[in-house]
């Protein structure tokens, strides 16, 4: 089993290029792109900002190349990518054929997309059928992934689109396509309040449950936090995904955990995300 990570929380210490040869180094196989400083969303304003990252200039697909070519150069290949976000906002959503062309430029062959938490499973669809023609140009399936909100007078999350087993899967047969797929969250799967488990997500989403975020939290919060250092199960985690003998690579979305280091703290960093998704990986494989 191959283990990957997101380059976004090590790039917004050393930048992408560092960050891609830094996981290579720390062990990793793959990359996963994150593409969040292609289109900034200011969560307070809830507005675009404007960025002068090359994501967002005329030349995104050289420096998707560049990556692409620092990751082979250190043996390391782009397994998926992460577009920007919100769904829900017309902006953000204008990027997303940006973010697949970029996926497949990378080398990656899934991009994950996140629904509009508000949205019914058909809503959803129409924006995947929009995109889905021109991902299948690039060779880049498209991964919806399972979404949480938040409950202030309960203080936990609650429904949104994809956060249940039953959710989910009426999201891909909403959409009922090849190139359309699963991307389990494993960290908002085990939040209070809306997921059903990561466990019976994985059995419900079966053979198209092709790309995972995985991450720890205490069962709450969405904290983001390295494997195996808060309170998910994560053999029992490993022992389902084998029962659907999952084909996918181990994907890292421990984005808090390198929150506060310094450069020169990012290789250690990275080297211990890298020992977690092996711990997890190795489980996997002794099933």
């Known amino acids: ?9 090590a790039a917004a210490i050393i930048g992408e290029e560092k960050a891609v040869e830094s996981i290579a180094r720390a062990g990793f196989d793959a990359w996963d792109f994150s593409m969040f400083a292609m289109c900034e969303y200011d969560w307070g304003t809830q507005a675009v900002l404007k960025t ?3 994501l967002a200039s005329d030349h995104y697909l050289a420096f998707a190349r560049r990556l692409k070519r620092i990751g082979e150069d250190n043996g390391i290949v782009c397994n998926q990518s992460h577009a920007p976000f919100p769904s829900y906002c017309p902006e953000v959503r204008s990027y997303l054929k940006r973010a ?3 996926t497949a430029e990378a080398g990656g062959k899934i991009c994950i997309i996140h629904p509009d938490n508000n949205k019914t499973a058909s809503e959803n669809a129409e924006i995947y059928r929009e995109l889905l023609p021109f991902a299948k ?3 880049v399936k498209i991964a919806t992934e399972n979404m949480w909100n938040w409950d202030d007078e309960k203080q936990q999350s609650c429904f949104a689109a994809c956060a249940t087993s039953e959710s989910f899967v009426e999201h891909l047969d909403a959409v009922n396509d090849e190139f ?3 991307c389990l969250d494993i960290g908002h799967a085990e939040m209070r ?3 059903s488990g990561a466990v019976n997500m994985i059995h ?3 053979e198209r449950l092709q790309a995972l975020h995985i991450h720890d939290n205490d069962q709450w919060h969405d904290s983001h936090q390295i494997p195996f250092s808060m309170s998910i199960p994560f053999h029992d985690v490993a022992k389902a995904l084998k029962d659907i003998n999952y084909q996918g690579y181990f994907t890292l979305e421990a984005d808090q955990f390198l929150e506060g280091c310094s450069a020169d703290q990012v290789p250690e960093g990275l080297r211990k995300l890298a020992e977690a998704d092996r711990k997890l990986a190795d489980l996997f494989e002794k099933q």
């Open 1 to 9: 089993m191959k283990i990957s990570t997101e380059i976004g929380s």
């Open 52 to 54: 002068n990252h090359p």
């Open 100 to 102: 697949i062309e970029c």
């Open 137 to 139: 140009e690039c060779g």
């Open 180 to 182: 359309f797929v699963a």
């Open 193 to 195: 309040g809306s997921g």
């Open 204 to 206: 419900s989403l079966g």
